[in-house]
């Protein structure tokens, strides 16, 4: 079979892969769709930090995917074939601080399908080995291509889950990307009263629009602070910083009210510049948020997908074939991100 085969920065290859076997303990995965990261064009392009510098060389990539159950290991007997399951692609040693307090998400030796850290396949092929743990039931209602959605809205609901109670709340989103636009729905689930998205791509923003945006901002022309005052008087309780970027993140700090709360989403590469005297004068909170804990987001994730409480049809702005993951994905997002939410390749 083929996958999408990483070497090294910008050397990524379409070539012949063995198709993998069920093991004990593992399921055997048609892929059905694999979303485009953002992460994945860190480890293109070769960024120097983070994430990017980890990723095991010779292993097919891809974290974001849904598929078919075509067989199961020995010892399960627990799920069937023909199963369409979402998968939350890490896995964890299970003996570290973190995950003996079921945090799995911050394990000293994690690593994450589409080879983070460990040389496991991810789901640019079109089959993928997966532990049973890994795999997450779809539920009626919900389309397994548009379940591939599950693991980008699953960071977004463990966001909102690391934030204050957000019912009645005022919420401002820096960033309408993939992430913000789940979190901003994730936000409205909760029960936000007021939300404020921060967006420079005319694109995305229309997204946010059709999603509930309760008002819109491009952070280029119009300072998001008179939004603010205007909806809200006093600044807003919570802020949720999705863009790795020293602007927006000031931004943020300084749309808070006094005590208000900042959670920071973004996978930053490099170090941030935060103006602690204005986030002193007002004591505000700072909380960070780590992927997502698969027991708990991601059968909530999926019961809000297959409840309509995402829009995938704003969410999924193009579906392409693996022999285009490169120019109709990769580089199409490198160049034109700000006309795209989400890219989905069917890999069959």
Request: aromatic share 4%.
């Amino acid at each position: 079979m083929k996958g999408a085969v990483y070497h090294g920065p910008r050397d990524i290859r379409i070539e012949d892969v063995p198709e993998p076997t069920p093991q004990p303990g593992r399921l055997l995965i048609e892929v059905s769709r694999n979303g485009i990261c953002g992460s994945d064009l860190h480890t293109y392009v070769g960024a120097s930090k983070g994430g990017a510098t980890m990723h095991v060389p010779g292993i097919v990539l891809g974290h974001e995917f849904a598929g078919t159950v075509r067989d199961v290991g020995d010892g399960i007997d627990d799920i069937a074939v023909g199963t369409h399951v979402a998968i939350a692609p890490i896995e964890w040693c299970g003996s570290c601080y973190s995950c003996t307090h079921s945090w799995p998400q911050m394990c000293r030796k994690l690593g994450l399908y589409g080879g983070y850290r460990l040389p496991l396949h991810g789901g640019l092929a079109p089959l993928v080995s997966v532990s049973r743990r890994s795999a997450f039931e779809v539920p009626e209602g919900l389309g397994v291509i548009e379940a591939a959605l599950a693991e980008p809205m699953a960071v977004a609901v463990h966001a909102v889950r690391r934030a204050p109670n957000l019912l009645g709340a005022n919420v401002m989103v820096l960033g309408a990307g993939p992430i913000g636009l789940g979190v901003l729905q994730s936000a409205i689930a909760a029960g936000a009263r007021t939300t404020i998205v921060t967006e420079i791509s005319e694109a995305r923003r229309r997204a946010a629009a059709r999603l509930g945006a309760g008002a819109i901002v491009d952070p280029s022309a119009d300072d998001p602070r008179t939004a603010v005052r205007d909806l809200t008087g006093h600044g807003v309780d919570v802020v949720f910083e999705t863009t790795a970027n020293d602007a927006a993140l000031s931004q943020g700090i300084r749309s808070l009210r006094p005590r208000g709360t900042l959670v920071s989403v973004a996978g930053w590469g490099e170090l941030a510049r935060v103006d602690m005297g204005v986030s002193m004068a007002k004591e505000i909170d700072i909380r960070f948020t780590m992927t997502y804990e698969p027991a708990i987001d991601y059968p909530a994730t999926l019961s809000m997908l297959a409840s309509g409480a995402f829009d995938t049809d704003v969410l999924i702005s193009d579906h392409i074939p693996l022999d285009r993951v490169i120019e109709d994905g990769l580089e199409e997002l490198l160049h034109h991100a700000d006309q795209h939410v989400k890219i989905l390749v069917d890999p069959s």
